[in-house]
């Protein structure tokens, strides 16, 4: 029995301790993208793959992105590793290699310490042929 009081109350511990690294004064803080969608359309081969995905932290605690990983070794992410100030924006940049030929739909998971603590990004499009 004191041991599943002890397990209890160090799972409760640990739920107060996640929370409080989400929440300041009870507020949130959180991270708002102007898309998550970039559609590049159709483009030819060995064409600039680059595109950004601007974001504000929307929060009153300074902003982190722990880490930003894409689906494949074609999309390359590269994401602010300073802390983005409360009311700051932020870039994450991004490239997909445009030498693999076809229909392409990518996603970028990006894990930070906001309230929306993973957002998925996504980058779609179709490469075609030099002609």
């Not at 300073?82 to 894990?111: A, W």
Request: aromatic residues 6%.
């Amino acid at each position: 029995m004191h041991k599943l009081i002890l397990f209890v109350f160090a799972l409760l511990i640990s739920i107060l301790g996640v929370n409080a690294q989400t929440r300041t004064n009870g507020v949130l803080n959180t991270m708002l993208f102007s898309e998550i969608i970039h559609d590049y359309g159709t483009i030819i081969q060995g064409s600039d793959g680059k595109c950004e995905f601007k974001f504000v932290n929307k929060g009153k605690t300074p902003l982190v992105l722990s880490t930003v990983t894409s689906s494949c070794g074609c999309t390359v992410p590269i994401w602010p590793k300073e802390p983005i100030q409360p009311g700051k924006s932020g870039i994450i940049k991004v490239k997909y290699d445009t030498n693999r030929m076809g229909t392409f739909n990518k996603s970028i998971t990006v894990i930070s310490n906001a309230s929306n603590s993973t957002v998925i990004l996504q980058i779609k499009g179709n490469v075609i042929p030099k002609k």
